[in-house]
């Protein structure tokens, strides 16, 4: 999910095809297309400029509807709702990372299955990839990326993952599950308790918050076609 904007100018974003295996969009206000992955216009006017991510949470209506009581639901144009069966199949079946890659996919790297989901992070320019099954197992990890410290938490009741930069004010915090879902978490360093969105809810540290990161939710050969550099997290052997 990004900011439809750029250059200081609101765009309307439509699909225009696949290339290299990855969705292109084009904006109707100057016609360049953009891909998907890279968020970089490829060509047209704005060649070269760069879409913003938007913070969003990938999460199950049970959960979103627990944080969000109040919340809103767009309304299915005609016909759609008819379809979302259908999509929701087609969503569970790309989780399970069976498949090759698309045609047209140009890089290959050999790490891990080509439909294998990942969750990248981008941060000061260094990229990682999580994979999701190592995360459903792991479910707290305390990490670096460019010699920063992070925490990723995934909730496997709803498959809800969220990232923050791991330190609260000036002191770095290592968290982990406190119950077994990692809806709760303590830190090693006050023995404070902290919720998987990042705010601290009792001891030392009550009332501080961790500045929260992005997560892209990929295809491993989308990812890795993109960043082509990027670390990769691997857990723990037991």
Sequence with gaps: ?????????????????????NEVFKDRETGSRWQ??????I????????????????????????L???????KPLPGYADQIAAKNEQIRAGLTGKGSAPGGVLYKDDRLPPRAMVLGIVLDGASKAFPLEALRQ???????IDGKP?????????DTTTAFVA?????????SAANADASELVDRETGSHWTAY???????????????????PEYWFAWSEFHRRTDLYTPPRP
């Design 1 to 21: 999910m990004f900011r439809a904007e750029a250059n200081g100018r609101r765009l309307s974003l439509d699909n225009a095809g696949v290339i290299g295996g």
């Design 36 to 41: 998907q992955s890279s968020l970089r216009a």
């Design 43 to 66: 060509s047209g006017p704005l060649q070269g400029s760069h879409l913003r991510l938007y913070p969003f949470l990938l999460t199950n209506w049970r959960e979103w509807r627990r």
């Design 68 to 74: 969000h009581p109040e919340t809103l639901v767009l």
């Design 138 to 144: 792991v479910r707290v990890v305390n990490d670096l």
């Design 150 to 158: 992070i925490v990723v938490i995934h909730q496997p009741a709803s």
């Design 167 to 175: 330190q609260a004010g000036a002191m770095r915090v290592t968290l």
């Design 198 to 216: 990042g705010e601290c809810t009792s001891g030392r540290l009550k009332g501080a918050t961790l500045e929260p990161i992005i997560l892209e």
